[in-house]
């Protein structure tokens, strides 16, 4: 069974893995959860080079610390 990503809660400073989207296969801390006027989740992406990227909550998969 696959686990659905709306089921996900997600909170600052979880490490998560871009499955989708333009930054796929990105991975990083999760900074700055906002929800849009339409309601989807949107979040700022800390990756261990210290660069950041924005994606949607979707897209995302919280893993264990690689």
């Known amino acids: 069974m696959t686990q659905n990503n709306t089921d996900i809660k997600l909170k600052s400073g979880d490490f998560c893995k871009v499955i989708a989207g333009t930054h796929k296969d990105k991975s990083g801390f ?37």
Do not use: M
Request: glycine content about 8%; hydrophobic content about 30%.
């Open 30 to 66: 999760v900074q700055d959860i906002k929800t849009s006027k339409t309601g989807h989740i949107t979040i700022t992406v800390l990756q261990k080079n210290g660069v950041r990227f924005k994606t949607l909550g979707k897209n995302v998969k919280v893993t264990k610390d690689e």
